[in-house]
């Protein structure tokens, strides 16, 4: 594998596109610019590149037909989350709930965002606060000298996740191998109509090295 610092190889998003249409459906697309690391991750995951016409005529997507994947990442830095309000005149708020992170006059002085993610959404929904963005880099465990991928999620479900999930990488120690994944929802809203989504979630399988020893990896 080459550096962490190499630039991201491509996107990682969920769901299938049909007729430009967005389908809530379990699988995973991974989107890139190079022709070569799509060929390599289709070789993987058993299928083929598509060009995203709607896109970039240049760009292309290769669907796993399949709700998880086991994928690399090399350090707790490589998931961040971080709050972000937009208005008329652009980004407005940007923080990672406890000091700015822009713009560069702010950067480092408290927020004043509330401690929990609970009170975050509130204010949220009543169009006070940010919103959660959070930012995965990871490597496909089939092929992780193809490079970086990146999976963006506005969800707060996802974002409460996040210190958890970096206290665990942080807690291995060394690039780990972990599955990232997407999780059925189903609740009934208060007119009794059920309502069925998908999270993304991330589980930390153990250590690379260690895995790639045992034969595991794959």
Same mark, same amino acid.
């Given at each position: 594998?080459?550096?962490?610092?190499?630039?991201?190889?491509?996107?990682?998003?969920?769901?299938?596109?049909?007729?430009?249409?967005?389908?809530?459906?379990?699988?995973?697309?991974?989107?890139?610019?190079?022709?070569?690391?799509?060929?390599? !991750?289709?070789? +993987?995951?058993?299928?083929?590149?598509?060009?995203?016409?709607?896109?970039?005529?240049?760009?292309?997507?290769?669907?796993?037909?399949?709700?998880?994947?086991?994928?690399?990442?090399?350090?707790?830095?490589? *998931?961040?989350?971080?709050?972000?309000?937009?208005?008329?005149?652009?980004?407005? /708020? $940007?923080?990672?709930?406890? +000091?700015?992170?822009?713009?560069? &006059?702010?950067?480092? $002085?408290?927020?004043?965002?509330?401690?929990?993610? %609970?009170?975050?959404?509130?204010?949220?929904?009543?169009?006070?606060?940010?919103?959660? %963005?959070?930012?995965?880099?990871?490597? *496909? &465990?089939?092929?992780?000298?193809?490079?970086?991928?990146?999976?963006?999620?506005?969800?707060?479900?996802?974002?409460?996740? +996040?210190?958890?999930?970096?206290?665990?990488? &942080?807690? +291995?120690?060394?690039?780990?191998?972990?599955? *990232?994944?997407?999780?059925? !929802?189903?609740?009934?809203?208060?007119?009794?109509?059920?309502?069925?989504? /998908?999270?993304?979630? !991330?589980?930390? *399988?153990?250590?690379?090295?260690?895995?790639?020893?045992?034969?595991?990896?794959?």
């Amino acid at each position: 594998m080459s550096g962490a610092a190499e630039p991201v190889i491509g996107d990682c998003d969920f769901g299938r596109i049909l007729d430009g249409k967005l389908l809530a459906q379990p699988v995973w697309r991974l989107l890139t610019m190079s022709p070569q690391a799509a060929k390599s !991750v289709a070789s +993987v995951l058993g299928t083929e590149p598509q060009q995203r016409l709607a896109t970039s005529p240049e760009q292309l997507e290769v669907v796993a037909e399949k709700a998880s994947l086991r994928v690399l990442i090399e350090d707790p830095g490589r *998931l961040t989350a971080q709050m972000k309000l937009w208005d008329s005149r652009g980004l407005a /708020h $940007h923080c990672d709930g406890r +000091v700015f992170l822009s713009p560069e &006059a702010d950067a480092g $002085h408290p927020c004043a965002c509330p401690p929990t993610m %609970v009170e975050r959404r509130a204010r949220a929904r009543r169009g006070q606060g940010p919103q959660p %963005v959070t930012t995965l880099l990871f490597r *496909l &465990a089939e092929c992780p000298d193809v490079g970086s991928f990146r999976f963006r999620s506005s969800s707060w479900r996802f974002a409460e996740t +996040v210190e958890g999930i970096r206290t665990q990488l &942080a807690t +291995v120690g060394d690039p780990a191998l972990c599955e *990232l994944a997407l999780q059925s !929802v189903e609740f009934a809203t208060q007119n009794s109509r059920r309502v069925c989504y /998908h999270k993304p979630v !991330v589980r930390v *399988l153990g250590s690379w090295a260690s895995n790639s020893a045992m034969g595991l990896v794959t």
